[in-house]
């Protein structure tokens, strides 16, 4: 059931695609690349958040069954950036060396864009059971990598905003609530932690 929900984005853009093959323009518009890579970037952003937002609501709800959601929520995350950046490739950089290496340097967002990518790669190649036996605490420390794929997300979409900055403030907005809960719920375990020391 929770897969089928992860899944709604795609289904919507495949429609769209179906509608634009039969009926040009009414599917996606008058740039129907431009639609494809960012609806896929717009949901790789929402997705991440949301999969941060799973670790929070499991803390505020004291639900931490919640939990379990995470791993699919972040490897949905992660299926949605690739194809993000495969279209890119296919569709707006038309598999082109030349053109990807000018764009990178003429769109320094893309530099963003990638950091989050690789940021995201260890994540998703250590999100089995095995991976997390074997590295044991250095999973907690290897999958803090999630905070820098954010910040590197929020600055790639800050940076190639085009008109306003709202959608990149309301984004960026939601990351600080999510941070700030992340600092509150650290400092007070630690502070249990101490009381606890101290008592002993
Ligand atoms: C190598 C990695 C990446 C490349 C080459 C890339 C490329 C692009 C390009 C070219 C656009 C703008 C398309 C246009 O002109 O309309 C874009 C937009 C966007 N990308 Fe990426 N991206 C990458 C990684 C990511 C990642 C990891 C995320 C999020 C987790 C992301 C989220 C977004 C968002 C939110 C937009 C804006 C969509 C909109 O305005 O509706 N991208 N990306």
Redesign the pocket.
Known sequence: MFWCVLAIPLALLINDIRIELATPTLGLGA?PE??I??????W??R??WFTLFISSIARLTRQPILIQFRRMAGLW?FA??CL??TS??LL?ARVDLMV?LD?FVE?P??I???S??SS?IPLAITSTRGWRRRLRQNWNRLHRLVYV??I??WI??FW???ATFE?SAI?GAILILLFIERIVHTMRTRKRKQTAKAVT
């Open positions: 740039d431009d639609a890579v960012d609806h896929l970037g717009i790789s952003i997705l991440l995350t949605m950036v993000h950046v890119y490739v707006l990807i764009d769109r967002y893309i963003a864009g990638l989050a990518l995201l794929a954010a590197a997300a790639h979409l190639l905003e085009r959608e984004y």
